[in-house]
């Protein structure tokens, strides 16, 4: 396993969170200290073993194809930070030409 | 003397009204006036619901009076607050979610509320469930029943402490690693979560998926099955919901261990937690013994690397689901001139130092390059320690072994974010292998310098899907030793 230091920077833009540079010097700090115990897990040999996702037996889950009631549209919508009617409004994604 | 109703448990509260003796809304506003009388000082809830709770209460009273007879009838429950309640205010102790009303119920609570229970309120927690305190609510301070100075413990301590100081007959809680079993034994109540899969999520806000279980925290073991029994099973809502009939438990619960195999796991040397605790759960073990169980050292070898495993997967697992906090749809938003901006500044104000820490160690297991060295290999210890406990129940029925590593720690005792993980070193196995297992008071511990005796709890683990046995092996403990009757909460009990 990697012990080489945490790119706080680089992860923290991955997961879409700003950070101030204090965040990153301790956040930097204790991410490095958590890796050292979690390496421990080097010393088990996983070689033959199957990850297990889930403990209990998991299987694919059908519905009938039948519309049943939902949410309406108002109650979903109600509650977004910006709206414009049937939209949810954030910035502009796309350059104007 | 006949006890207040505050002071009963839910199964009496539930004859009385069913029986005609009191009504659900005598219930309730006992409930509601001692959350005024003490909730200054525990700090319990974020939000309590009177309006709501009475009209249910008097809605309860006319379903009796028609005819019906409900297992729960007017019993006063309160709900973590991140279980959603249609209407109501859900925040998961987080800035985030601060102002955000649930348009739908959980499962789990709308059938506690069809078996005639009534939410009083929503209760405090660490941020998204991440902590074992309660101290990484952004929302609120919620403080132990039992010694005002010290926490309830975490995640749910809130409900913990709501049933602690007698203002909710039962709360319910979740637990990913232990954030039901470590607040009960901080608060000298039973937290019990069931089997991976037995009570639907649908309505929880997830943490970490492949483990989250929601659970009753209850004075009584008794309590703890009813509640069990009436929120356990399938749903079509969940399809991680285990479809298989669930055994009632509430009937028949046992009152002797005889020939039942307890294994003592040997990993597991509470020696090292000090003399005075060492002591409680001797005696523990000793009390099982005289009960008629037999005692067997049993090997859980990769136990040990419970936490590390716990701390790659569950990380993994947030920073995947918390990714739908983006500013966009709902919860709270941070505007800036472009997209990308708006949601690094929306979740940089929005979430805590825990849950940033976590986010972003699990966004770095799963990011290019470290997802086998990390995940993966979690996910096969994972298997192991499944494993571990597959082997010892070949020879057991059931495990005991403590609940937390201390009983409950004064504020800001714990600045060290591993020092705080550590809490759950003996919860953890059990939810990564799936468990049913509890926490049941069984002893005091009246730490140095603390002029207030503190409870601690033992928790029993059982095979998958042996509810029954768990709950009934804890009865017979609870009534053989009464543990939880033996000193009364700081803010007392009169109502």
């Known amino acids: 396993m990697s012990s080489e230091k945490i790119d706080v920077r680089y992860v923290a833009k991955l997961a879409r969170i700003a950070l101030t540079d204090e965040e990153v010097e301790r956040f930097g700090a204790q991410l490095g200290d958590l890796l050292e115990h979690v390496n421990a897990l080097g010393a088990l040999d996983t070689s033959a073993v199957p990850a297990t996702a889930q403990v209990v037996e998991s299987r694919n889950v059908e519905r009938p194809d039948t519309v049943v009631p939902c949410l309406s549209r108002e109650t979903v919508m109600a509650q977004a930070p910006q709206r414009q009617g049937a939209f949810f409004r954030v910035p502009r994604i796309i350059a104007e030409e | ?495």
């Open chain 2, 1 to 495: 003397m006949e006890r207040s109703l505050i002071e009963r448990t839910a199964a009496e509260i539930a004859r009385g009204v069913n029986r005609g003796e009191h009504s659900a809304a005598e219930a309730v506003d006992a409930a509601l006036a001692r959350v005024g009388e003490v909730e200054e000082r525990v700090g319990a809830f974020l939000t309590v619901l009177s309006d709501d709770a009475r009209n249910r209460a008097c809605a309860i009273d006319e379903r009796v009076r028609a005819g019906e007879r409900l297992p729960l009838a007017g019993v006063p429950l309160a709900v973590k607050d991140n279980m959603c309640v249609t209407g109501t205010r859900t925040t998961c102790g987080s800035r985030i979610l601060e102002r955000w009303t649930a348009p739908y119920t959980a499962t789990a609570v709308r059938r506690l509320e069809d078996a005639g229970a009534i939410v009083i309120g929503k209760t405090n927690l660490d941020e998204f469930a991440m902590g074992s305190s309660c101290e990484n609510s952004a929302l609120g301070v919620t403080r132990n029943p039992y010694d005002l100075s010290r926490v309830p413990g975490g995640s749910s301590g809130g409900s913990a402490a709501a049933v602690a100081g007698y203002e909710a007959a039962i709360g319910i809680g979740s637990d990913t690693g232990g954030s039901i079993r470590e607040p009960g034994a901080f608060c000298n109540v039973i937290g019990f979560k069931p089997t991976y899969g037995r009570v639907s999520r649908y309505g929880l806000i997830a943490f970490a998926s492949s483990l989250d279980q929601i659970g009753p925290l209850t004075r009584t073991v008794e309590d703890a099955a009813l509640v069990y029994d009436a929120m356990a099973g399938y749903d079509p809502m969940d399809s991680t919901s285990i479809d298989r009939p669930v055994e009632p438990t509430a009937k028949g619960l046992l009152e002797s261990l005889s020939g039942l195999k307890v294994g003592i796991v040997r990993q597991f040397d509470t020696r090292e937690l000090g003399d005075d605790v060492d002591e409680v759960y001797d005696r523990a073990y000793h009390d099982l013994e005289a009960l008629g169980a037999e005692l067997h050292d049993v090997s859980l070898p990769t136990a040990d690397y419970g936490l590390a495993t716990y701390y790659l997967i569950a990380p993994a697992e947030c920073s995947s689901n918390l990714a739908r906090f983006d500013g966009v749809r709902y919860g709270s938003r941070v505007e800036a001139a472009d997209v990308q901006a708006m949601y690094e500044n929306t979740r940089a104000a929005g979430f805590g130092p825990e849950v940033k820490r976590r986010i972003l160690i699990g966004t770095y297991a799963l990011s290019s390059g470290y997802y086998d060295a990390y995940y993966v290999r979690a996910q096969k210890a994972r298997t192991l320690i499944a494993r571990d406990f597959e082997a010892a129940f070949a020879e057991v029925d059931l495990i005991a072994c403590p609940a937390a590593s201390s009983p409950a720690f004064t504020f800001n005792a714990k600045s060290d974010p591993y020092s705080m993980y550590m809490m759950d070193y003996y919860t953890i196995p059990m939810s990564l292998a799936g468990l049913p297992a509890l926490s049941v008071p069984c002893g005091w511990v009246t730490p140095p310098g603390g002029a207030l005796p503190l409870p601690m709890g033992l928790q029993f683990a059982a095979p998958l899907f042996s509810e029954k046995l768990l709950l009934g092996v804890a009865h017979a403990y609870e009534s053989a030793t009464k543990h939880a009757l033996k000193h009364k909460p700081e803010v007392g009990a009169r109502g």
